[in-house]
């Protein structure tokens, strides 16, 4: 499993070889030799001697005779590979015994190669290298499969590996902590059966169509990356990204990907509340209204039930700016702001900016008489914050308010109930400012009224 972007070189440096001999002249010839090379080399001439010095030493290499007195060589390195300090050390046999069988036996004891005496340099520089090379290649090898354990148990993506039939072989601690679930209770789980539907529907047929049928549109639904919910063991529900993407190598394998959208979630929360909310008061916007009276609209048409709407004027207010200047202008609409909602009294009244100095409060199921009221009541809550208003005929900051009631039927427009509102305001500022005018509008009052007339 090698990738060049992943390739660790193995650090360079001389080998250290431990040659185990008790013939001086073989000993010198290969000391003089693995010198010559640039190798550091150490000595023992016997099988204790070689198990104590390959723990403290950790050669990269044994070169071991058969031979020995006490310990003797096939002993030497059963034991070597019995400890697990000195296990992965290449060990190669060199022997004057060159039978079929004492080669057999070497390599049954977990050699690595065997030489036969007399010594032939160059044969012996050439598998002392084959060695190192194998030995580097696989120290390499492990050096990189760490890195990898490494990265993957500490990414905060979850990563799981999934057989064909959709089940979890590996789940890395992030796929726990996403999951809820400890890796042994993973281990053997159908993916689909963690997730909350549609999409576990999906993944367990996307599975299911490895062994038989093929649905093009589920193939596109489970390729590449995907919302879904994860189902937590408490019952609740969690929101990722899931990607599922075939293993690149020849393994029958896919790889899960898991990535935590919550603090996407929070931002597009944020941004859709901040597109429906007026950024001076932080109260909603006309796009925002627009949207509730739409919605009140349709409810109140299919209940038959009154709809009520006030607008609200603030009197004489570009003579405030002039006067007082644009921030105390601000600061006013917002304290206008704050009473209108607090007058929305019901979850279902909505109190809107809808422009300048203009506000609006929606109240479904409301009758005309309690849009009476509330108008009046408003209108009472301004006056009562005793702004200051060095411009105005009262002195205080005052607001003009125009309510409309209506039950509507499919002859009404739906501009209707704001235009009747909106004149019942005129009608208040036309009355001397600083008053509320209600009226009721549409189809069904004004048959009731033709009615009446006749
Ligand atoms: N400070 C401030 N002023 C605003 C804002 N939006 C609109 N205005 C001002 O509100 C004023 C509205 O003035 P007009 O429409 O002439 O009405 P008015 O002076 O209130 O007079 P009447 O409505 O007839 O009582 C204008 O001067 C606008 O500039 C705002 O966000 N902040």
Known sequence: MKHPAFAIPAPTRQAAILIVDDAPASLGLLQDMLRGRGH?????????????????????????????????????????????????????????????????????????????????????????????????????????????????????????????????????????????????????????????????????????QRSGTHDGAVLERCRGTREVLLQQPDGSVRAMDLSLSPMASGEQLFVALLHDIAHHKRSEDALQRAALADPLTGIANRRHFDACLDREWQRAMRNGHPLSLLVLDVDHFKRYNDVLGHAAGDQCLQAIASTVRAQALRATDLAARYGGEEFVLLLPDTPYEGAVKVAEALRADIERLRVPHPGSDADFVTASVGAATIVPTQFDALGSLFVAADRAMYEAKAGGRNRARAVRAGYAWESVQHALAR
């Not at 050669?59 to 590979?81: A, H, N, Y």
């Not at 190192?132 to 760490?146: G, P, Y």
């Not at 992030?174 to 679930?181: I, N, P, Q």
């Open 40 to 208: 550091r080399t150490f000595v023992a001439t016997s099988g204790e001697r070689a198990l104590d010095l390959a723990q403290r030493v950790q050669p990269d290499l044994i070169l071991l005779d058969v031979m020995l007195p006490g310990l003797d060589g096939l002993e030497t390195c059963r034991r070597l590979k019995a400890e697990p300090t000195t296990a992965d050390i290449p060990v190669i046999f060199v022997s004057a015994c060159s039978e079929t069988e004492d080669i057999v036996a070497g390599f049954d004891c977990g050699a690595a190669d065997y030489i036969a005496k007399p010594l032939r340099l160059p044969e012996v520089c050439a598998r002392v290298h084959a060695q190192l090379r194998f030995r580097s290649a696989s120290q390499s090898d492990t050096r990189q499969a760490r890195h990898l354990r490494m990265i993957v148990e500490g990414m905060d993506e979850g990563l799981m590996l999934l057989g064909l039939d959709g089940r979890i072989q590996y789940a890395n601690p992030a796929s726990e902590r996403c999951l809820g679930y400890s890796g042994s209770e993973l281990a053997g789980r159908q993916l689909a059966a963690l997730l909350a539907e549609p999409a576990a529907n999906d993944y367990a047929a996307f599975f299911e």
